[in-house]
């Protein structure tokens, strides 16, 4: 929490069109709550995840892409997540794994988690303890203890590596 997924596939989206899904939309749309708050979340992403659904909640996911255009998906949190999307989109799947520092993290979440115990109370939850299991799957980690701005460049010469262009 706080490493910066959402930030991330939502430059990809807005700078090079990439389709955006989140993993917590499913979640909300599959518990057809009008809008869960993040331990409501966390609670059927673990009863998911514990009762043997996570691939039920891959194929939820993937059925909603257009699988004509490229796709920044948010909150992949299980290697479940990472076989699903990596068996049905071969080699053109990549993950970016993204890595913060704990204080960092606790700094930009400050607004949900007012307190630290709680912000480790959060990240203690279940369903976050497989997060650390996909960073060796990852096509490139990224460590964002910076700026946004920091991030986006980051994410620029990545995507430059890899030969996507900047569509300016």
Known sequence: ???GKTCAAMYLSSKYGFQYARYSQVL???SSAVAPDRDRLQGLGWNIMAGGLQVELNLRLI???DRSRSAAIDGLRHPTDFDSLSSTFGGSFRMVFLEALEEVRFERLRSRF???????????QP????IDSLEPLGSVTIMNDGSLSSLCQRLDAWLAAE???DPK
């Open 1 to 3: 929490m706080g490493a």
């Open 28 to 30: 909300q749309e599959w």
């Open 63 to 65: 059925a909603g892409l």
């Open 163 to 165: 030969g996507v262009r």
């Open 127 to 130: 369903v976050e303890a497989c």
């Open 114 to 124: 007012p307190t630290r115990d709680a912000f480790q109370a959060a990240e203690a």
